[in-house]
């Protein structure tokens, strides 16, 4: 089994900072890309940020240079750091990452969510 556990989601006043964090666990040999998707009340779900296995960043214009995302392999943890919040970075955030169980088999997953909620 091999599951995502999301942290660092709450409430923040615009302008202000909060920083997210996803550790990956199970049985894994390898983890892929790993990135992060919010999902707004109405909306579909979009692609925030993702980072390589090699550290390779991309990110949506709407959240480029106030959001950083990092991993850190030796704990299969991605983070990501936001900055300069807007309400419109109001979302649940969710964490995903490509991952290979030592059984060889090939996973895509999701972790469960964690809100983000920006006050104007």
């Known amino acids: 089994q091999v599951q995502l556990v999301e942290s660092g989601g709450g409430l923040v006043q615009a302008g202000g900072s909060l920083r997210l964090s996803c550790a990956a666990s199970g049985t894994i040999f390898r983890i892929n890309a790993m990135g992060w998707y919010r999902q707004a009340p109405g909306k579909q779900r979009e692609l925030v940020a993702v980072?390589?296995?090699?550290?390779?960043?991309d990110y949506a214009d709407s959240v480029k240079g106030r959001f950083t995302i990092s991993r850190d392999s030796a704990k299969n943890t991605v983070y990501l750091q936001m900055n300069s919040l807007k309400p419109e970075d109001t979302a649940v955030y969710y964490c995903?990452?490509?991952?290979?169980?030592?059984?060889?088999?090939?996973?895509?997953?999701w972790g469960q969510g964690t809100l983000v909620t920006v006050s104007s």
């Open positions: 980072i390589s296995s090699g550290g390779s960043a």
């Open positions: 995903n990452a490509g991952i290979l169980r030592t059984d060889w088999r090939s996973l895509e997953v």
